[in-house]
């Protein structure tokens, strides 16, 4: 069974902090990693892809990626409460494949 | 404006009733994914479609059926075999074939409520 592991939460941050959200997916050979959005009530917005090992900024995110420890992270500089949102962390097993297998998600609250 | 529209976006069906959701893009992507949700996990694949005319199981496929005569359109039925239909339901689409495969647009989704 593929899985995608992520820390339900909530995580709580205060504003301007940052907030780090973790993931670890099962499958060795998984090629293309993605961290989605969610507001409550709402559909997933894609917010990051990340495809080799490093880290890849994108204003006040951060995604970073670890293929020999299986581990994706995303950072989120000067946190903000419009943050506020669980955080899918999304794995797709072959470059060009069609299966996403997505965490449950952590819930993230930036406190004012 | 691109985008995917669904539809309805709140839909109650009795027990024993087929229900069709509807799912309509116009951003040219190849490729349209259902998905579920359900409340505290995470969305699990329903069935894909990487080009018009041909589509395949998910990984809970059993209960629902599809179809993709239209590149814009990817219908998802719920029979009356789906054993707990009540769900968020989310279409998808992107492009096929590269890295942005799993780059993901999805629509507002469909909250279905079996009574």
């Known amino acids: 069974q593929k899985e995608v592991e992520q820390n339900s939460g909530p995580l709580s941050v205060p504003e301007g902090a940052i907030a780090s959200l973790n993931c670890t997916y099962s499958?060795?050979?998984?090629?293309?990693f993605f961290w989605y959005r969610q507001y409550s009530g709402k559909s997933p917005e894609l917010i990051m892809s990340?495809?080799?090992?490093g880290d890849k900024e994108d204003g006040r995110f951060t995604a970073q990626l670890n293929k020999a420890s299986q581990y994706v992270s995303l950072l989120i500089r000067d946190s903000q409460p419009s943050d506020s949102a669980t955080y899918l962390c999304?794995?797709?097993?072959?470059?060009?494949?069609?299966?996403?297998?997505f965490g449950a998600g952590t819930r993230l609250f930036v406190k004012a | 404006d691109g985008g995917i529209t669904q539809s309805p976006k709140y839909l109650f069906r009795k027990e024993g009733q087929n229900v069709t959701l509807s799912c309509e893009q116009n951003?040219?992507?190849?490729?349209m994914y259902w998905y579920r949700q359900d409340p505290g996990q995470g969305l699990r694949l329903i069935y894909y479609?990487?080009?018009?005319?041909?589509?395949q199981k998910g990984d809970i496929a059993e209960g629902y059926s599809v179809s993709r005569e239209k590149k814009e359109s990817f219908p998802l039925t719920v029979t009356s075999a789906q054993k707990n239909p009540t769900a968020f339901y989310l279409c998808?689409?992107?492009?096929?074939?590269?890295?942005?495969?799993?780059?993901?647009?999805f629509g507002e989704g469909s909250r279905l409520t079996v009574l």
């Open positions: 479609s990487q080009i018009v005319n041909d589509f």
């Open positions: 999304a794995v797709n097993l072959d470059t060009g494949g069609f299966k996403t297998i």
């Open positions: 990340i495809y080799s090992n």
């Open positions: 998808a689409s992107s492009r096929a074939g590269g890295m942005n495969t799993g780059e993901l647009f």
């Open positions: 951003l040219n992507h190849d490729a």
């Open positions: 499958d060795r050979g998984s090629q293309s």
